[in-house]
Structure formats: structure tokens, C-alpha cells
């Protein structure tokens, strides 16, 4: 086991103690958890956002059935979501998140607004990034969607910061998965041709082209449509 330099030795035990490098530690390893963890890949297209994941079916479970094991979510019927790292920690993110699109709709009598959902999840996972006797939630969150009329993409990280993307992996072999990404994306694709990119860069990663193994959602103006297992199987 690697050794942490003496300077940094019980900097790790708390959540609100700064390194003297001015790092939270515990955030990090919880960034590392999500390193770990499958990938999912989101892509946007000229009209739908498309989820890939990787469910990496433990080959010692010979008698598992592959459709208990979910990674990719409906939170509304124009959001979905798809999760890399402790899943556990995910699903309740994904609660919180199905319920504030509910309240949204009870109140509105409208589709939730997805970045004001993103918005609440991200001071949620924030707030565990400060608090003694917690620790920050080790998973990455990918939401996708029609916004204003429109496709569009967020990545929330551990730390609760979010970003807006075009095309983003998290998970295991992200980086590389993401340089894929950058080589063959185009934001004119349809959701056929953005399926198949994901099923490509996550294929560079080593994975088996099994339809056991995928999972996959497109969300467009119809809204939130998980494909079934013959469905995968024809991109495969």
C-alpha cells in the first residue's frame, strides 16, 4: 500500500480539515471511487441526449440477472440520468432528484426544470464536502435531457461542482473514453449515430460486446426511452 507523505498524515481523517496544500482529501478519494467505478458515457445530439453505460457484470455471478443492475435513470419525463462509482450513494441522489421532479410538476403543472433539479442535488453534495461526521458522496451523476426546448447535459462530481457538456465519460477509463470522444463527436448527430459512438468509445476500453453488459436511454421530445436487450443487441 502506497505510503502518504508525512506532511499530509491525518489531513485524511476529517472532511473539514484543509491540507496544507489547501486540498480536501476526502474529496478526493471519493473522486478515486468514481475512477473505479464503470463507465457511462452521455452524448447530445441535434435533437437527444443519449445515455451508455457499462453495467460490468461480475463474471463470478453466473446466475445474476443482468436487468437488476441499473445505472441509468428516469427522474422525469424529459430527464434521465446515468451514474458511475458507489451506486448506492446514486440511487439516493436519484430519489432526492425524482422527488424534486415531482414537487416541480405538483406546483407547475409542468416538466421539472432539469437545472434547477441539478442546482439542488449539487448544494446537497456540497454540503457533504464541509460537514464533520459525514463523508462526500463517492459518485458522479450524468444528467441529460430536453431543457427549453433543447438537449442538454450536465456532470456533477463528488465535490458537487457541475459542469454543462457536449460529450462527457465517467468511471473507469474515463480519460481515455473522453479522448475517443473528442476525435469522433459531432453535434449534428441523431441518436442512432450517437448510440453507436458511445458503444465505439467505450469498446476502446476493452469491453465485451455483449447486450447483457450495456445499457442504454435516449431522451428527445417523445421523452425518457430505455432500450430493451433486442434493441441493444442490433447496434451490437
Known amino acids: 500500500m502506497e505510503q502518504m507523505p508525512a ?3 491525518g489531513y485524511d481523517r476529517a472532511i473539514t480539515l484543509f491540507s496544507p496544500d489547501g486540498r480536501l482529501l476526502q474529496v478526493e ?13 452521455g452524448l447530445v445530439g441535434k435533437d437527444s441526449v443519449v445515455f ?23 427522474i422525469d419525463e424529459y430527464v434521465g440520468t446515468a ?14 432528484a425524482q422527488v424534486e421532479a ?4 405538483v406546483t407547475y403543472n409542468e416538466p421539472a426544470d432539469m437545472l434547477l433539479m441539478i442546482k439542488r442535488i449539487s448544494a446537497d453534495m456540497q454540503a457533504f464536502t464541509q460537514y464533520g461526521g459525514a463523508r462526500p458522496y463517492g459518485v458522479s451523476i450524468l444528467f441529460g ?24 465519460a465517467i468511471g ?23 448510440i ?27 421523452g425518457f426511452k430505455k432500450l430493451n436487450r433486442e434493441e441493444i443487441s442490433e447496434y451490437l
Open 7 to 9: 506532511d499530509l498524515m
Open 29 to 41: 478519494y471519493a473522486r478515486k471511487t468514481v475512477s473505479q467505478g464503470s463507465a457511462a458515457i
Open 52 to 74: 451508455v453505460a457499462d453495467k460490468r457484470l461480475p463474471e463470478v455471478e453466473k446466475l445474476i440477472i443482468a436487468d437488476s443492475i441499473e445505472k441509468i435513470f428516469k
Open 83 to 96: 451514474l458511475s462509482g458507489m451506486i448506492a450513494d446514486g440511487h439516493a441522489l436519484i430519489e432526492k
Open 102 to 105: 415531482q414537487n416541480y410538476r
Open 145 to 168: 435531457g430536453i431543457r427549453n426546448g433543447k438537449p442538454a447535459l450536465f456532470m456533477l462530481e463528488p465535490s458537487g461542482i457541475f459542469f454543462q457538456y457536449r460529450a462527457v
Open 172 to 194: 473507469e477509463n474515463s480519460t481515455a473514453i473522453n479522448k475517443g470522444l473528442e476525435e469522433g463527436y459531432k453535434s449534428d448527430l441523431d441518436a442512432p449515430a450517437l
Open 196 to 222: 453507436k459512438l458511445g458503444i465505439k468509445s467505450l469498446k476502446t476500453s476493452g469491453l465485451k460486446l455483449h447486450p447483457d453488459r450495456f445499457e442504454i436511454a435516449v431522451v428527445d421530445a417523445s
